[in-house]
């Protein structure tokens, strides 16, 4: 599963039409089995409560945010969407009505389902890096859940892409994650860099040079295996539009079915799925974007859109 600017040639009509959502993300809980130091939704304070939407929730709100033009469905959250008690109802339905739609999980949970992807935030090759990255001594049960979905899956998904990612803060690590884990059947190996508040993480020189390494280290073991994947956030860690201008190509819902102004700011409530004029609150909402998460993912749509939209001096002559 690769998310990049480019996947909006695909959407041409929307992108100069009518601007109607094309990706959904939907939190199905507010609650994890890890303690990620990192954690975007460990940075703010939110509503209390625990919550975890239920599969008549879900069936509800994922209807209307088909009627309103989604065409795919990201299974993620502020928490760990395999620990929703409805999951694999949840799953079954999309399924049984051939919906597209994807996880972003941590896999300390085995479960067996039918995705157009499976993204697993592996973030260790040891007990020690594994815990060091998400709060837990998880590693060797996470490879296990991988090992034994990616065996199922030959005979019962075979379309289903199984990737596995690791958050890069240096080159060794670099290369003990690829070591260690690179015998497990996935589809890719994905190196991401650190999401940070205005890019803060990588201001200054020393990680700058750190980052020059990791892209390096990365480049040369993709030219031995096809599998490893250069984050294209690597390339955008200063850069961020002026304005969110294709903020309404995705569209983010929590666990109580409000929708988020993106899926990196669970603080602004913009409205309820369930609002007759949702898609217009959401196209009049503004965001501070000084308070974005760079690199991020809607950089390069946003790039993309702010192009289209340039007035260009007399556009009649080609």
């Given amino acids: 599963m690769n998310i990049a600017g480019d996947k909006m040639f695909s959407h041409i009509d929307r992108v100069t039409g009518e601007h109607k959502p094309i ?7 507010n609650y994890c089995n890890n303690r990620c130091p990192y954690c975007t939704y460990g940075r703010w304070e939110l509503d209390g409560g625990v919550k975890a939407m239920t599969y ?7 209807t209307r945010l088909i009627e309103l033009g989604v065409q795919g469905i990201i ?13 694999l109802a949840i799953t079954r339905w999309l399924e049984e009505r051939g919906i597209h739609y994807g996880i972003n999980t941590n896999f300390n949970k ?34 296990k859940n991988i090992e034994a979905f990616t065996e199922w899956r030959r005979k019962n ?12 803060t240096d080159m060794v690590g670099v290369l003990r ?11 890719y190996i994905s190196f991401r860099p650190l999401e940070s508040t205005g890019g803060k993480y990588y201001e200054d020189e020393e990680r700058k040079a750190e980052v020059r390494e990791i892209i390096a280290a990365i480049e040369d073991l993709a030219e031995q295996d096809s599998r490893v994947t250069l984050n294209f956030k690597w390339n ?26 993106c899926c990196h700011k669970p603080y602004q409530i913009i409205g309820h799925i369930m609002d007759d004029d949702i898609l217009e609150k959401k ?28 007035d260009r001096k007399d556009p009649y002559f080609i």
């Fill in 236 to 261: 955008m860690l200063d850069w961020q539009e002026k304005d969110c201008t294709a903020q309404w190509a995705q569209i983010a819902l929590n666990e109580r079915g409000e929708v988020m102004y």
């Fill in 75 to 87: 299974l993620t959250g502020g928490g760990e969407p395999t620990l929703c008690p409805d999951f």
């Fill in 110 to 143: 085995l479960v067996y389902f039918k995705p157009d992807y499976l993204k697993v935030s592996l973030d260790g090759y040891d007990e020690y890096s594994y815990e060091q990255a998400r709060g837990v001594k998880k590693y060797a049960e996470v490879v």
């Fill in 283 to 310: 196209e009049r909402a503004a965001t501070d974007m000084s308070m974005c998460d760079i690199p991020c993912r809607m950089t390069a749509p946003n790039m993309f859109v702010a192009q289209t939209m340039r």
């Fill in 177 to 187: 994650f690829y070591d260690a884990n690179r015998h497990l059947d996935v589809d």
């Fill in 23 to 29: 990706t959904a993300d939907v939190f199905l809980t």
């Fill in 157 to 168: 998904s075979p379309k289903t892409s199984v990737g596995i990612q690791w958050m890069a």
């Fill in 56 to 62: 008549d929730e879900f069936v509800t709100y994922a």
